[in-house]
């Protein structure tokens, strides 16, 4: 079975641009996940999507943060314009379902975000 | 407050050894999970256990078990027999049935297994 693919792996933009990270999820997620990790942290949830639905957003920066995810399948992350603060991996996950609880989520391998 | 808590930011152990990496957490829902992953520097989360709050017996999977004493709200994961391959970050991480189902996460334990 095929896994959460993330691109790209590395990105490294200039301040005040914009970038966007792609996520495809394991086939017949309906759960996806975008988290940021900044350096020496543990992820903390941007956005929580189900199906094409948002059902958490309430730590994304909505001033320069965008997130989508038509069809229910794919998903795309934008940050416009990027700060210095914004570099951090950006892990997207997918797991099957919201619940049970017991349901584990399953992960990419992220997307090196630096901003210069 | 913190929902995760990992209070060893750098852990060592000798090749063959048990380690414990400790975990604590904060929840009134009755309904959780616990969940350990493990990131290598490659960068992916790779799940490793879960344990469930109601779960009477505490979960084992290979060489990791779960200690988990739930009136201290602690589910520390215990590894058994070190593997040099064993060295990566670890993740205690939980979803509350009554939150959303995100899943929180702590700070993170670099565990180092030397030769």
């Known amino acids: 079975e095929a896994g959460v693919a993330q691109s790209p792996r590395y990105k490294i933009i200039e301040k005040r641009q914009s970038v966007a990270f792609w996520c495809n999820p394991i086939?017949?997620?309906?759960?996806l996940y975008w988290y940021q990790q900044i350096l020496g942290q543990g992820p903390k949830l941007l956005i929580q999507f189900q199906n094409n639905g948002v059902v958490d957003d309430s730590q994304l920066p909505k001033d320069r943060f965008s997130a989508e995810r038509l069809k229910g399948v794919d998903s795309t992350l934008k940050i416009q314009p990027a700060k210095l603060e914004d570099s951090a991996v950006y892990l997207c996950?997918?797991?099957?379902?919201?619940?049970?609880?017991?349901?584990?989520?399953?992960f990419g391998q992220g997307t090196r975000l630096t901003v210069v | 407050a913190q929902k995760i808590t990992q209070t060893q930011p750098g852990m060592f152990v000798q090749e063959k050894e048990a380690v414990t990496l400790d975990c604590t957490y904060d929840t009134s829902d009755p309904s959780y999970g616990l969940f350990w992953y493990k990131q290598p520097s490659s960068g992916e989360m790779i799940f490793l256990i879960y344990q469930g709050s109601y779960d009477q017996q505490n979960a084992t999977e290979g060489r990791y078990s779960l200690n988990f004493q739930k009136a201290r709200k602690s589910a520390n994961l215990v590894i058994s027999a070190s593997q040099l391959g064993d060295s990566a970050m670890y993740f205690c991480?939980?979803?509350?049935?009554?939150?959303?189902?995100?899943?929180?996460f702590g700070t993170g334990t670099s565990l180092t297994v030397i030769p």
């Open positions: 996950a997918s797991s099957i379902a919201p619940l049970p609880v017991s349901t584990e989520a399953f």
């Open positions: 086939s017949g997620h309906a759960t």
């Open positions: 991480a939980m979803r509350e049935k009554n939150t959303g189902n995100q899943f929180y």
